[in-house]
């Protein structure tokens, strides 16, 4: 499992640019379920996904797929963590994405 910390390193305009295109690829990755959660951070600045996939190779591989990656929008840091403890219906959500 493994986070995704989007920190914005550009202007609120080219964020809005750019906007719709990061919307669609988070949107195919829920189609995939390899995204699990996701939203902006509070303050705004940056964001966070939660991805669900087996290698960190799998998690860079999606990451290098985020127009704000490519455009340099956000800086990304990848954070690998193995849940240990989570909500009854978390670990069923969890068990069937292993398989």
């Not at 600045?45 to 190779?57: A, F, K, Q, Y």
């Not at 591989?61 to 840091?77: C, K, R």
């Amino acid at each position: 499992m493994f986070i995704f910390k989007l920190k914005h390193v550009k202007s609120p305009e080219e964020i809005q640019k750019f906007l719709p295109l990061h919307f669609r690829y988070l949107d195919a990755h829920y189609e995939t379920r390899e995204f699990l959660c996701s939203g902006r951070t509070v303050p705004p600045g940056g964001g966070i996904i939660l991805c669900s996939v087996p290698t960190r190779e799998a998690a860079e591989a999606l990451m290098v797929q985020d127009p704000f990656y490519t455009e340099g929008i956000s800086e990304y840091e990848i954070i690998e963590f193995e849940a240990t403890k989570a909500l009854e219906d978390f670990r069923t959500l969890l068990q069937q994405e292993a398989k």
